[in-house]
């Protein structure tokens, strides 16, 4: 198991993607000056829960991605990961253990700290901040009444977008009982070959290809 857990988190720093803009002025910039605020992007890893999203400083949610794992001795193994995925985002979603409110808590951290420029050894080489979320929620308070705080109203008003779009998300892709508008996009086995595990993933730009299709094919069977 625990290797199963090391492998997991191997699999998902590899993962990780983003994007940068940066003009060549002919001097080094530091890290924080090559890309603005507002186009950063962050990815917060919810390992316990199998989840990890993507999304943007103002509170865009562009990826998400869920961590699938079975038997791999089991004849129908990817099925059987599949459906472990999709019970995942279920349980991430409207289970008791990730709350709304905690969802909203460690993104808005995620958020607040990424607008923090001391902290560049959290940014990759491609402009992507990558937060866990238990390393957020085993930070002490910031104040002395205890509450998890954030720095503006902002980074908590961009988490409850981010969290809203994820409740509509997941309802709508696991609404037929199956991951639709998901792809499978990578996939190895761990544990000397016993365990699979596959990464299936929701992208803002593989909803709209799938919208368009669907609408041209409901648009050929009028």
Request: a positive charge; proline letters at 1%.
């Amino acid at each position: 198991m625990k290797k199963t857990v090391i492998a997991l988190s191997l699999l998902a720093a590899i993962g990780v993607t983003g994007c940068s803009t940066t003009k060549d002025a002919g001097v080094r910039a530091p890290v924080e000056s090559t890309t603005a605020i507002k186009d950063t992007r962050i990815t917060t890893e919810f390992a316990d829960e199998g989840v990890k999203l993507h999304y943007t400083f103002t509170g865009k949610l562009e990826k998400i991605e869920v961590f699938g794992v079975a038997p791999a001795w089991k004849g129908n193994y990817t099925i059987l990961a599949e459906a472990d995925a999709m019970d995942k985002l279920v349980k991430f979603v409207h289970g008791k253990d990730v709350s709304s409110q905690r969802r909203v808590k460690v993104i808005s951290r995620s958020i607040e700290r990424a607008a923090d420029s001391t902290l560049n050894k959290f940014q990759s080489n491609d402009s992507t901040v990558a937060f866990k979320a238990s390393d957020l929620e085993s930070e002490a308070p910031a104040n002395n009444d205890g509450e998890f705080n954030t720095k503006t109203n902002t980074a908590k008003r961009n988490a409850s977008v981010v969290d809203q779009t994820l409740i509509n998300t997941v309802t709508n892709i696991t609404a037929r009982g199956r991951l639709t508008g998901v792809r499978k996009a990578r996939d190895m086995k761990v544990d000397d070959g016993k365990t699979y595990v596959a990464v299936y993933e929701w992208s803002e730009n593989q909803q709209a290809t799938a919208d368009f299709i669907r609408d041209r094919m409901m648009n050929r069977a009028k």
